[in-house]
């Protein structure tokens, strides 16, 4: 099947909403993908015709938050989230001193992925998280390596 990446377009959003509505128990509504599409970035990696994932983030000065990550459940494993992270250090590891998101403390599969991809801890939010309350885990790569 063919990858490709691409800027995410107003046209995908029905898909990542139903990839949003299985990966979250607190999903984002069309809305903020449709600012994410207009004020920030996004990108859509694509396995042949189909949305495989996607990635949500902020550039604020030289700093880049992650704000949403997620992966067809049916396509997990394959090294689809590993692409989107690579694609974004790419995109801004010239322009960005640090990349950073929050991850829930009891998602280690993400903790994971962005340890394989460089990140470290570098905070902990308090109660970040509702339904269920839980910290946050901040985690950051910083530039120059
Ligand atoms: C987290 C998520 C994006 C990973 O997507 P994925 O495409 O399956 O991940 P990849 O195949 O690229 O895996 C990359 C690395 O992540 C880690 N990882 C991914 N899934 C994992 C799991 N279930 N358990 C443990 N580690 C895991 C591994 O280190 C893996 O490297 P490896 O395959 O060499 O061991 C996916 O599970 C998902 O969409 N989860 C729900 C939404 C979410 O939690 N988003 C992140 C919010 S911060």
Redesign the pocket.
Known sequence: MKIKMRKTEEADLPEIMEIEKM??REPWKKISFEEEIRDHESFTLLSGEEIA?YICGWKILDEYNIT????R?D?????????LVSNLINTHKEDCRLIY????ES????Q??Y??KGFKIIGIRRNYYLNPEEDAIIMGIKFPQ
């Open positions: 990966s979250f994932g949403n990550l997620a992966v459940p396509l997990h494993r394959r090294g689809y989230a590993d692409l998101l929050e991850v829930r998602n280690i599969a993400a994971n992925l340890r394989k």
